[in-house]
């Protein structure tokens, strides 16, 4: 992102638990960013809202609402 000169504003954390569930939270920042550590911190708050009693297949994070920055 930083090299592409772009930054995001919602940080968004799927989970796909061995079942095959799939369960998606997402954190809107105040200001777009493409700071690792603000990404970092909003998917772990994220990550903080699942109730993880079973087994995980699979995480991903992702950012949107991407913005051009010079």
Do not use: W
């Not at 939270?25 to 105040?30: M, S, V």
């Amino acid at each position: 992102m930083k090299l592409a000169g772009y930054k995001g504003r919602t940080v968004t954390v799927k989970i796909r638990f061995c079942d095959f569930k799939t369960h998606t939270r997402a954190k809107t920042l105040e200001k777009p960013t493409n700071s690792v550590d603000e990404i970092r911190t909003a998917a772990f708050d994220c990550l903080r809202r699942f109730e993880l009693k079973k087994k995980v297949r699979l995480i991903g994070v992702r950012v949107g609402g991407l913005e051009k920055h010079e």
